[in-house]
């Protein structure tokens, strides 16, 4: 044991952080040194078990070992979230991470204190050009919808490898197209039973009922129907009669437009005013006041009914009538009429343009029996209804005549 001054420690004594050394614990609790006040807090080494203890107490004499107290935390990582995990592993004292590596499109750029992720992507969109129909529809997430292309009748699509080849197809196609009519009503004269080009038979009838002629800049030879004012009234012309019918529609292979245009006088629109128009094909446009046709298809305009129009088809009597899909008739309104007979095969279909909007369509009821044209306005009694009809234009697409 050393005597504890400095400057008497020599050799391998020197620096050596405890006064005295003991074998073991038993030796450590056999110690009968006498220690004093002086001695307290002095250190002393057990060999057995390297363990430092200081000299707390020296009466009775008690040796208390020196521990360190506190500890470090035993650190470690993790990812939460469901995302790619940035945190890998440990390695001793060493929290690994992984780095951030831009793929395609996405650059990462390291920063001080942070790393900025960019895209060079681009944030496409698409659109429509022109005046047709578009087949870009929507982008719904990064997707970039568009219209698919769906073959009408008589059109056949085949996609290719970087193109779509769109044609008409054969058989029963239609694939020559002829003017039946087209009359102006320029010629003649209304005061006769027989007017215009094509000879149209002139049926007025009832009080007051009349059959005119007007002028109109941009609309050359309108005829203007007045019902009269009583409910026998009528004003009609036509082609074809209960006796002579030159269209047979339904039971061939083709497809036939009527064309017209006309309008209403505001008293037109009054169910106690008109009873009755009807334009297109028929077989009794000469029949008695109030009489509707026993074959046809036609555009009729019925105001009790109805204030739209509504396509009409009859069979043998047997009618379907299926109203307009657009607005209501307004007076003083010029409207572009087809009446579409198209019957390529399979099922006949009669359509109602309007426009050039389609309108009504159906499939029921088309007539069997050979048709005219004609147009005819019926009264009831009340103030006289009155229409205009600029023309009439007759067309077939076919095969049959090739």
């Not at 006040?37 to 078990?49: E, G, I, M, P, R």
């Not at 769906?150 to 058989?171: C, K, M, Q, R, Y």
């Not at 129009?309 to 007076?331: E, Y």
Request: proline share 2%.
């Amino acid at each position: 044991m050393s005597s504890g001054l400095h400057s008497s420690i020599v050799g391998a004594d020197i620096h050596v952080p405890y006064r005295q050394v003991f074998a073991n614990s038993t030796a450590r609790t056999g110690d009968a040194t006498v220690y004093t006040v002086a001695d307290l807090y002095k250190t002393a080494l057990q060999l057995d078990t390297a363990t430092v203890y200081y000299l707390s107490s020296y009466s009775p004499t008690t040796w208390t070992a020196i521990t360190a107290s506190g500890s470090g935390e035993a650190n470690t990582g993790s990812n939460v979230g469901a995302g790619a995990a940035i945190f890998k592993t440990k390695t001793g004292v060493d929290l690994v991470h992984r780095t951030i590596v831009g793929g395609t499109r996405i650059t990462a750029t390291e920063n001080t204190n942070d790393v900025t992720i960019a895209t060079t992507a681009e944030i496409n969109t698409a659109s429509n050009v022109g005046s047709g129909s578009g087949l870009w529809k929507d982008k719904s997430g990064s997707d970039l919808r568009f219209k698919s292309l769906v073959a009408g009748s008589g059109i056949t699509l085949t996609p290719n490898t970087d193109d779509v080849t769109i044609a008409a197809s054969g058989g029963s196609s239609f694939d020559q197209r002829d003017v039946l009519l087209y009359d102006h009503f320029i010629t003649g004269s209304v005061l006769t039973e027989r007017m215009g080009i094509y000879g149209w038979v002139v049926d007025v009838s009832g009080t007051g009922a009349d059959l005119t002629f007007l002028a109109e800049a941009g609309h050359p030879g309108i005829l203007d129907f007045g019902g009269g004012s009583t409910s026998a009234g009528r004003a009609g012309v036509y082609l074809g009669n209960t006796s002579v019918q030159n269209f047979l529609l339904g039971t061939t292979q083709n497809q036939i437009d009527l064309e017209f245009l006309f309008r209403v006088n505001s008293t037109a629109l009054s169910a106690v005013n008109l009873e009755r128009l009807c334009i297109g094909f028929g077989d009794t446009f000469d029949a008695a006041s109030g009489t509707e046709q026993t074959n046809g298809i036609y555009l009729e305009y019925n105001p009790s009914l109805s204030a739209k129009m509504r396509l009409v088809t009859s069979n043998g009597g047997t009618k379907t009538r299926t109203t307009s899909s657009g607005a209501d008739v307004v007076a003083a309104t010029w409207y572009r009429v087809v009446i579409r007979m198209t019957y390529p095969g399979g099922t006949p279909t009669a359509t109602l343009l309007v426009n050039g909007t389609s309108v009504a369509s159906h499939t029921t009821n088309i007539p069997t029996a050979g048709l005219g044209i004609g147009a005819r306005l019926d009264s009831n009694a009340g103030t006289e209804p009155r229409f205009q009809l600029d023309y009439m234009l007759c067309t077939q697409v076919t095969s049959k005549e090739t």
